[in-house]
């Protein structure tokens, strides 16, 4: 591949993402940045630019909306990175700036976002995507139930590419697991659905280990084999629940806009678990029905607890789950398959026209 060939990359995360070489020993952590140095071999160089932090940044350290507005960054870019092929600017916040100003500065590049989060009922994060997303050359989502929601709000003329995402398949692997001793659920957005999680659980004997920031009301009366577990972990220690636990249960929303649930689902596919997950246009993409997953309709609680029942009594299908549902992790969470699948797209996008 000769040099004019090869792609220049400007990735602008929406929070600190680089790591200290001191904070990054093998194996504590699952690798966020080899994924970009694996895309080198592809004929694409990623250069990435977290948030500007204070004083230069005057919203460093609040909400990752705010945080990634960063006008310091943004002209940075716009004045110093105009040779670039194309800039991805994860989440929607980073690309304000850069929209605004790009034509003052004769900007070039394209502009696509990565992973937009629709959030209708935040009324300053949809009045910024309001303008800006229609002024973006594209956007990068994680899954495809987005496109529909895009062509609609913001027209069919901007390209949707769906990359899925990229999950650390050796960080999270069966491996690591333990003797089981506990059901698993896991998450904190706010479409998670533990309500019916925790109906369904009533007079199930076994124990649920609910790992979220969110509050889940529950009569312990009724529920005590129900722990929450709400404080921060250590990756490692997040990884530890996953390695001792039955399965997993991914209860959500029928309709989320953003990717939720698809994080938890590709780490839990990794670790080789069997997963219960409800029917949601956020994971669609990465269902096979009673081959990798047990999926049930979202917001039932009798079906979940039908689920739930099944996988107790029935090991030999947790074990059939579970090891297609890794077979499934390394053939499209992997590092070597994502790269892949995100070099071609960003093929694409970087002969995008320029609006």
Same mark, same amino acid.
């Given at each position: @591949?000769?040099?004019? #060939?090869?792609?220049?990359?400007? +990735?602008?995360?929406?929070?600190?993402?680089?790591?200290?070489?001191?904070? *990054?020993?093998s194996g504590?952590?699952?690798?966020?940045?080899?994924?970009?140095?694996?895309?080198?071999?592809?004929?694409?160089?990623?250069?990435? @630019? #977290?948030?500007?932090?204070?004083?230069?940044?005057?919203?460093?350290?609040?909400?990752?909306?705010?945080?990634?507005?960063?006008?310091?960054?943004?002209?940075?870019?716009?004045?110093?990175?105009? =040779?670039?092929?194309?800039?991805?600017?994860? *989440?929607?916040?980073?690309?304000?700036?850069?929209?605004?100003?790009?034509?003052?500065?004769?900007?070039k590049?394209?502009?696509v976002?990565?992973?937009?989060?629709?959030?209708?009922?935040?009324?300053?994060? #949809?009045? +910024?995507?309001?303008y800006?997303?229609?002024?973006?050359?594209?956007?990068?989502?994680i899954?495809?139930?987005?496109?529909?929601?895009?062509?609609?709000?913001?027209?069919?003329?901007?390209?949707?590419?769906?990359?899925?995402?990229?999950?650390?398949?050796?960080?999270?692997?069966?491996?690591?697991?333990?003797?089981?001793?506990?059901?698993?659920?896991?998450?904190?957005?706010?479409?998670?659905?533990?309500?019916?999680?925790?109906?369904? @659980?009533?007079?199930?004997?076994?124990?649920?280990?609910?790992?979220?920031?969110?509050?889940?009301?529950?009569?312990?009366? =009724?529920?005590?084999?129900?722990?929450?577990?709400?404080?921060?972990?250590?990756?490692?220690?997040?990884?530890?629940?996953?390695?001792?636990?039955?399965? &997993?249960?991914?209860?959500?929303?029928?309709?989320?806009?953003?990717?939720?649930?698809?994080?938890?689902?590709?780490?839990?596919?990794? @670790?080789?678990k069997?997963?219960?997950?409800?029917?949601?246009?956020?994971?669609?993409?990465?269902?096979?029905?009673?081959?990798?997953?047990? &999926?049930?309709?979202?917001?039932?609680?009798?079906?979940?607890?039908?689920?739930?029942?099944?996988?107790?009594?029935?090991?030999?299908?947790?074990?059939?789950?579970? =090891?297609?549902?890794?077979?499934?992790?390394?053939?499209?969470?992997?590092?070597?398959?994502f790269?892949?699948?995100?070099?071609?797209? +960003?093929?694409l996008?970087?002969?995008?026209?320029?609006?």
């Amino acid at each position: @591949m000769t040099h004019r #060939d090869r792609l220049r990359v400007l +990735l602008l995360y929406a929070i600190p993402r680089r790591i200290a070489p001191e904070d *990054n020993t093998s194996g504590t952590r699952p690798d966020t940045i080899d994924q970009w140095q694996t895309l080198s071999e592809q004929g694409i160089d990623i250069e990435i @630019m #977290d948030p500007t932090p204070l004083p230069l940044n005057p919203f460093a350290g609040r909400h990752s909306l705010y945080q990634s507005l960063d006008p310091y960054r943004a002209l940075k870019v716009l004045l110093a990175r105009r =040779r670039v092929d194309l800039v991805i600017v994860a *989440n929607d916040g980073g690309a304000l700036f850069l929209v605004l100003l790009r034509r003052l500065c004769r900007f070039k590049p394209p502009i696509v976002i990565w992973d937009l989060c629709p959030t209708p009922d935040w009324r300053v994060r #949809d009045r +910024l995507q309001d303008y800006v997303v229609p002024r973006v050359d594209g956007v990068l989502a994680i899954h495809s139930s987005q496109a529909p929601y895009i062509a609609e709000r913001w027209g069919r003329q901007i390209p949707v590419g769906v990359t899925g995402l990229s999950i650390d398949t050796d960080f999270y692997h069966p491996r690591h697991n333990e003797p089981p001793q506990y059901v698993l659920s896991v998450g904190d957005d706010a479409e998670r659905d533990f309500p019916t999680l925790v109906a369904a @659980m009533a007079g199930i004997q076994s124990d649920l280990v609910i790992k979220t920031r969110r509050a889940v009301s529950f009569d312990p009366r =009724r529920h005590g084999s129900i722990r929450l577990v709400p404080e921060r972990l250590d990756f490692a220690a997040f990884r530890a629940l996953y390695a001792s636990s039955r399965f &997993v249960i991914l209860p959500l929303t029928p309709h989320p806009l953003n990717a939720s649930g698809v994080t938890a689902l590709g780490e839990a596919f990794a @670790m080789g678990k069997a997963l219960i997950v409800s029917a949601s246009d956020s994971v669609r993409d990465y269902l096979a029905p009673e081959e990798n997953c047990l &999926v049930v309709p979202p917001s039932d609680a009798d079906a979940l607890r039908a689920a739930i029942e099944r996988l107790l009594r029935e090991p030999e299908t947790c074990e059939r789950l579970g =090891r297609n549902a890794r077979r499934f992790a390394e053939e499209y969470f992997a590092k070597p398959a994502f790269v892949r699948r995100f070099a071609e797209t +960003l093929r694409l996008y970087s002969r995008c026209g320029k609006r």
